[in-house]
């Protein structure tokens, strides 16, 4: 039978206003549930909600809902996390700013961290598995010209990434 080990964070921004009337709202929520001694869920819940208060529009820029769920295995010294993270659409655009909406999407990651010995700590992932088509709604858009993605167009987000860390403490 699966027991809550820890609900690490709970953050919420309650009412912040400024003075030009923008009000955000948000909660960040991480958990985890022990299913076995070595398997384990987890992930992270983020919910952002921002409006102006000056004009009836949505604030610029806002992240949309995401959600974040690896199923992790652990020993003494290594473990390895499968990850689905899925962001929701963003249809809450500031239409003062022309801001386009982005469609939802979601990827999958694989991670892996191996105690060599104490102090050395060795992870490798591999991101985006699938090497999945998105637009990251944060990410911008494009002002150069000459370039794989036209003007004015949504930056893509990132494609497969595969990376090796080496990390030493004293």
């Given at each position: ?117 104490e102090g050395f ?50």
């Amino acid at each position: 039978m699966s027991t809550w080990t820890n609900i690490n964070q709970w953050k919420t921004l309650i009412g912040s206003v400024t003075k030009t009337g923008r009000f955000t709202v948000g909660l960040d929520a991480d958990y985890g549930i022990s299913l076995t001694d070595r398997w384990r869920l987890e992930g992270v819940l983020s919910v952002v909600r921002g409006k102006r208060r000056d004009i009836n529009d949505n604030l610029y820029r806002i992240s949309p809902d995401h959600l974040s769920v690896g199923i992790v295995y652990e020993q003494s010294d290594w473990s390895v996390n499968f990850e689905s993270v899925l962001v929701n659409k963003q249809n809450k655009v500031a239409k003062t700013n022309s801001e386009e909406k982005t469609p939802g999407h979601g990827i999958l990651n694989l991670y892996s961290h191996w105690q060599v010995k104490e102090g050395f700590l060795v992870s490798i992932g591999l991101e985006n598995i699938l090497d999945q088509k998105y637009q990251n709604h944060l990410g911008g858009y494009n002002r150069i010209r000459d370039s794989d993605v036209a003007m004015g167009e949504r930056l893509p987000g990132a494609g497969r990434n595969v990376y090796l860390r080496l990390q030493f403490r004293n």
